[in-house]
């Protein structure tokens, strides 16, 4: 794993890991539900949430990889059998929502943090893509995220406190090529939080906390949507440049456990990016543009989008 550096979090996130609550004294115990357990980012939350005592509920699609995420947890952990809920869940199936919360309920009796991690990524230009691909990014990313909220928030309400986290993007708020409906999907998963969060005022105790890495190691790009339904990625190229899982995952325990609002997690350049749209838009948008040929570049040369932005794409080779 390579050496963090000390300017891969938003300022707010850093003073939080420095001197704020450790996340140990604020979520063993708890009840955390992830969506997206069954790999990447969700895995790794799992891993590192039963590290620190916490009870889980792990949903994804796939419950063979969930069973085995589970059997990792018991193996390494002091977890009884008990204390984590396999629970399958389809983001697209909204119907079933409603009784997958009430399974978790009946298992733990409460539901102290919810973790939408669930979701898909894109690698593909618009003139390429067809409008099915935008249709299920929006219904997995946003639609299903917020169908499951919509089924926990009021268990958080009636008991007055909860989390309520999602990870979503740095695409969340800035202009991404080659992925312009995931961040179409992200920024309405932010705007959707957003106006959630003035929203619910009236209850102090519920967090509304959004997370936005940049570019992290997993298995979202090898499972990212192309140009067509069905078609996988060609290649998912070099992830060695990005953040490590096991990084992006320790920031965010750590503002799950301060109630940050919102994490940005990146390396740079990647989080200087987040600053420069925030305070100097008119100089992100020349820079992105810059960089977003770049980034279409690698993408048409068979390199990871995210790759090599200041150094010549390779050709791809056979």
């Not at 499951?148 to 909860?162: A, D, N, W, Y």
């Not at 995952?249 to 750590?254: S, Y």
Request: proline fraction near 4%.
């Amino acid at each position: 794993m390579r050496r963090p550096h000390a300017t891969d979090a938003d300022l707010t996130l850093l003073w939080a890991a420095r001197f704020g609550n450790s996340p140990e004294s604020k979520l063993r115990g708890k009840v955390v539900w992830i969506t997206g357990a069954s790999s990447g980012i969700g895995e790794e939350l799992s891993y590192q949430l039963a590290a620190l005592g916490a009870r889980l509920v792990l949903s994804a699609r796939r419950g063979n990889e969930l069973e085995r995420v589970k059997r990792t947890c018991l193996e390494r952990f002091s977890l009884k059998d008990e204390d984590i809920l396999v629970l399958p869940l389809d983001l697209l199936d909204r119907g079933s929502h409603q009784e997958k919360t009430a399974a978790a309920l009946k298992h733990f009796g409460d539901i102290d943090v919810l973790i939408n991690n669930g979701g898909r990524t894109q690698r593909s230009l618009c003139t390429e893509a067809d409008v099915d691909v935008y249709q299920a990014l929006m219904e997995v990313n946003y639609l299903g995220t917020v169908s499951v909220t919509k089924q926990v928030l009021p268990h958080m309400i009636r008991r007055g406190s909860g989390i309520i986290a999602t990870v979503s993007s740095v695409a969340g708020f800035v202009g991404v090529p080659l992925a312009t409906g995931y961040a179409a999907s992200k920024h309405a998963v932010q705007g959707f939080f957003n106006s959630l969060r003035t929203e619910l005022t009236d209850y102090p105790n519920i967090t509304i906390s959004t997370i936005c890495p940049g570019p992290v190691i997993s298995s979202i790009v090898q499972n990212a949507l192309t140009e067509e339904l069905g078609k996988p990625v060609a290649s998912a190229g070099d992830q060695t440049h990005k953040m490590s899982t096991e990084r992006c995952v320790q920031l965010t325990l750590v503002g799950l456990a301060n109630r940050v609002k919102e994490m940005w997690i990146a390396e740079q350049p990647f989080l200087l990016f987040c600053y420069l749209w925030q305070y100097t838009p008119t100089l992100a948008w020349y820079l992105t543009n810059i960089l977003g040929k770049k980034r279409v570049q690698n993408f048409k040369a068979g390199l990871d989008a995210d790759s090599a932005y200041f150094s010549k794409p390779k050709v791809k080779t056979t």
